[in-house]
């Protein structure tokens, strides 16, 4: 941990000559008699990315982001601004900017002696971008093409791309406390296209997490996400208009846990239960899924793509309990909300960038493992819908309405996964949608890594994950009217 | 109170400045070997103010600035970008550039815009305004629209706040064809969102003013009532039974559908095969009375420009007309793939309007008599590949011509190809707040599942 922050301090801190006291000096600067917490969030970012189309590697880019966001709290008021030049004068001009969220100056407090806290070990701090030579880089993608068209003639484009980030992230607080982390991040997409009789479909896949580039040569996991993005488009080929109207879904393991995440995961982030704007809010010790339902968003998991040594406020991750068979736990925080509804953080206090305010955001949510073998449950239901692959989600925190849209979803007739339907959104209400989830599986499995969540403007890296489940009655929103 | 913090306190830097950088970035990549390069620097400056219930929640200062450049190896190309505008960064980013277009593979259609497309005079848009807004002013006026807001109904129980913001940018674009164009831009807005509660539960909406001229923004209160009366006309939702049903959005969401048009028009989705519009050109694709069209010269408008992310000169033209599909939405290189020529569209359209009919909204429910007005859509699900359409929906059920109640998760789904041939009219209340113009757009059949 301590290589962490002095290469971090390295990075962020000694181009400018900026030394730890001078900041210390800083944050004592803005606190105030009402100023009660103020913090510094120093980045630096490198991102890359390959594509791959009609067979070549043919775009490509490279980014570099840095500079630092100052914020000065207030009770419920934040002040923040940022610099993109890390350099002291502009870090003092955003302290000042940052600071007039409190109207009457006061004496500058004594600053309080820096310490630094613990942090979790689930990657290493690796540069993706320069983990593998750029040639290697093209080679990837130029494999994707070659096994997607090998597999099958019908194969009629394939796009692939690679992209890397090598992060470092230095969080200073007036409380004292100094954390830094440095955050790899890869991930690789496919998508083809197929063609039979005049008729187009497509299939993704892909994957990745907190490593290096080998992660996708090894394994054959690189070809195996072809392999799954051209048997997608194939299965698609054939579908037929999907069913609408209310029926029992069975959804299948890993990635179509974007359920929990739309359905009560952001319902359950700390700033809507604190403003009681969530349809959950005030429900903790209540019921809202049945039994077999226990959720957590874990943090912790090694090299996932929504894990995090510590968050963007320097605390640690830890495995959170949302709900617990059935029973409502508690919510995910930040610094800011524990503060004020007077709980902990949970080491959910995330941002996209140094530019942007943290809130409180998930990192790996998923939900445990039950009792129920995925044939059984596929074979209790006589008429229903069998959805494995889902594109996006959605969600209306206030009136718990939800949806997430299936690109891979089967016909359940008499107990059988028989024909494929074509892509549908499915709806329902988040605080109930879990009361009716009868039965659970025991194949717990987290997706490949390659989910992005949206909340206010600001997008962030999560997991998500599931065992096969049965939810007895959801809306499936197809174009084949279903008999009432 | 002393704040007297201003938006534009310390000012941007000027466009001879970034002209001068603009150059030095072209200029480098020739230095390292580059056959052809385009390069964009942008600053922009803003400050936003968050207030809710009543107290101010969040100040935010925002500064930015942003190098990208595209350098060509032949026909080799790589692209970087960097936040740091120093000489070092500069070069290292021009660096970064030409070591990716060294692993890149040749490909004829890459390279800058035919320079006889480029602009070769840059008209004035009037797209800035400055507005010296004083935090002070900025939290008043949030305030004033949240509490307009939050008088309306003793049912308005609790609010997500009233935000202000302002912003102003300057754009420098350049390429080694000699092309160099800046572009100066205001954008300020005023967005409220309040939640009404009764027995059914808690609705939230919003609703939202922008403009680049301050002057142009609706009056604090009248963003707040109307956020009031969004949020209050959704208490007690209920569920439909599934039925194929009309479809009427509601101009604020109407342009949604025209975005899917564009995205099956788009030169890169039509290279792909990717798209349900393939060789559609001068074919119908909306019903007759359709016409579609750019207009990327509008004084004051938040999608206008003079030339395109490439330099290309944009020029108003039909996209649809008579219902018949009249080009395609091409920047320089997916036309060469298709072996046309670039409409002006790198970055996007400008100002995409479908013409008005003769009604507003209440007229169009009115003429819909019996059906669905969609006022939310929620989720993902456009496949622009096959055309297919499936998403979320809250709105109201309408029977003889009147709203009857509120309806809530539900589905609404369909074909674009044919909920475009089926659009049976586009209402006269254009809502003019974004790139594309729409009025309220009535569908005549899609299928709605409920419960």
């Not at chain 1, 409190?102 to 979790?120: E, K, S």
Request: net charge negative; glycine share 12%; with cysteine.
């Amino acid at each position: 941990m301590s290589d962490t922050l002095d290469q971090a301090k390295h990075s962020l801190l000694a181009p400018a000559g900026i030394e730890p006291d001078a900041l210390q000096r800083l944050l004592g600067n803005m606190l105030s008699a009402q100023v009660d917490y103020a913090d510094l969030y120093f980045q630096y970012a490198r991102y890359e990315s390959w594509s791959l189309e009609e067979g070549q590697v043919k775009s490509g880019s490279h980014s570099i982001e840095q500079g630092v966001g100052v914020r000065a709290v207030s009770g419920e008021k934040t002040g923040f601004a940022y610099s993109d030049d890390i350099l002291l004068p502009a870090l003092q001009d955003a302290a000042s900017a940052a600071r007039a969220i409190a109207r009457h100056g006061g004496a500058a407090r004594a600053p309080v002696a820096l310490r630094t806290g613990p942090a979790l070990q689930l990657y290493g701090p690796l540069d993706p971008l320069a983990s593998l030579a750029d040639d290697a880089k093209v080679r990837i993608l130029e494999s994707i093409e070659t096994e997607a068209r090998r597999l099958d003639a019908r194969v009629k484009q394939v796009m692939a791309s690679l992209a890397g980030v090598h992060e470092i992230i230095l969080v200073v607080r007036s409380d004292g406390l100094l954390a830094a982390d440095i955050r790899p991040l890869a991930r690789l997409s496919v998508t083809v296209i197929v063609e039979q009789d005049g008729r187009r479909e497509q299939g993704t896949a892909g994957g990745g997490g907190r490593y290096n580039y080998q992660y996708f040569l090894e394994s054959d996991r690189a070809l195996s996400f072809a392999r799954e993005a051209v048997r997608q488009a194939l299965v698609n080929l054939d579908s037929v208009d999907a069913p609408a109207g209310s029926m029992p879904v069975v959804l299948g393991p890993g990635w179509p846990g974007i359920l929990l995440h739309e359905a009560i995961g952001h319902g359950l982030e700390g700033d809507f239960n604190r403003k009681g704007t969530s349809a959950f809010a005030g429900r903790v010790g209540q019921a809202v899924a049945s039994s077999y339902c226990t959720v957590v968003d874990d943090g912790t998991l090694p090299n996932r793509r929504g894990s995090l040594n510590i968050d963007d406020e320097g605390t640690p991750t830890q495995n959170t309990v949302l709900i617990e068979n059935g029973i409502l736990k508690g919510y995910m925080q930040d610094t800011l909300n524990a503060r004020l509804m007077g709980v902990a953080p949970t080491g959910n206090g995330r941002r996209e960038s140094y530019a942007h305010l943290p809130m409180p955001r998930m990192t790996n949510t998923y939900m445990l493992a039950g009792p129920h073998a995925p044939e059984e449950i596929i074979r209790s239901v006589p008429k229903g819908l069998y959805a494995v692959n889902f594109g996006g989600g959605q969600v209306d925190i206030t009136s718990g309405k939800f949806v997430f849209t299936a690109s891979e979803a089967y016909l359940i007739e008499n107990g059988r996964v028989t024909r494929p339907v074509r892509g549908a959104t499915l709806i329902g209400n988040g605080p109930d949608v879990l009361t009716r989830v009868t039965m659970v599986g025991t194949d717990l499995q987290l997706d490949d890594g390659i989910g992005t969540c949206g909340k206010d403007g600001q997008s962030v890296p999560v997991g998500v994950g599931q065992p096969t489940l049965l939810i007895d009655g959801l809306t499936v929103g197809g174009t084949q009217g279903s008999a009432e | 109170m002393s704040s007297k913090t201003e938006t534009n306190a310390a000012g941007l830097a000027s466009r001879q400045e970034l002209t001068t950088l603009v150059q030095e970035v072209l200029a480098e990549a020739g230095r390292q070997g580059a056959s052809a390069a385009e390069a964009t620097i942008g600053m922009s400056q803003g400050l936003a103010v968050t207030v809710r219930l009543g107290e101010v929640e969040t100040v935010e200062h925002t500064r930015d600035k942003s190098l990208g450049v595209t350098v060509y190896l032949g026909q080799r190309s790589g692209s970087a970008s960097s936040s740091d505008l120093r000489p070092a960064a500069l070069r290292d980013t021009v660096r970064a550039a030409v070591t990716i277009a060294k692993y890149i593979a040749a490909d004829d259609c890459a390279g800058l815009a035919d320079p006889g497309r480029l602009a070769k005079t840059v008209p004035d848009l009037d797209l800035y305004h400055p507005w010296r807004l004083t935090l002070d002013d900025a939290i008043e006026r949030a305030q004033r629209c949240e509490q307009a807001a939050r008088d309306v109904d003793s049912r308005i129980r609790n609010s997500e706040g009233a935000s202000i913001a302002s912003y102003e940018g300057l754009d420098v674009y350049a390429n080694t064809h000699g092309f160099i164009g800046a572009t100066r831009a205001t954008r300020h807005s005023l967005s409220c969102a309040v939640i009404g509660q009764d027995d059914s539960g808690m609705q939230r909406d919003y609703w939202y003013t922008v403009a680049r001229n301050a002057g142009d923004l609706e009056v604090p209160e009248q963003v707040g009532r109307e956020s009031a009366r969004r949020s209050l006309r959704r208490l007690g939702g209920r569920k439909l039974a599934t039925r194929r049903t009309p479809v009427l959005f509601e101009a604020p969401i109407a342009s949604s559908i025209l975005s899917h048009l564009v995205s099956a028009v788009r030169g890169s989705s039509l290279y792909r095969q990717a798209s349900f519009l393939l060789d559609h050109k001068g074919r119908r694709v909306f019903a007759p009375h359709v016409r579609i069209h750019e207009q990327p010269h509008l004084q004051k408008a938040l999608g206008s420009a003079a030339f395109d992310n490439e330099g290309v000169a944009t020029a108003p033209r039909d996209l649809v007309k008579d219902g018949i599909l009249q080009g395609y939405v091409l920047d320089s290189y997916a036309a060469r793939k298709l072996g046309l020529t670039t409409t002006g569209n790198a970055g996007g359209v400008h100002n995409l309007t479908i013409e008005p009919g003769r009604h507003d909204l209440a007229g169009l429910i009115t003429t819909m008599h019996t059906g669905l007005l969609v006022t939310e859509l929620i989720g993902f699900g456009v496949n622009t590949v096959t055309g297919d359409y499936s998403r979320g929906a809250a709105g109201f059920w309408i029977e003889n011509g009147a709203i009857q109640y509120p309806v809530e998760e539900i589905t609404i789904a369909g074909n674009l190809k044919d909920m475009f041939l089926h659009l049976a009219e586009a209402g006269n209340d254009v809502d003019v707040r974004g790139n594309i113009r729409s009025g309220s757009l009535l569908i005549e059949e899609m299928t709605l599942a409920g419960s």
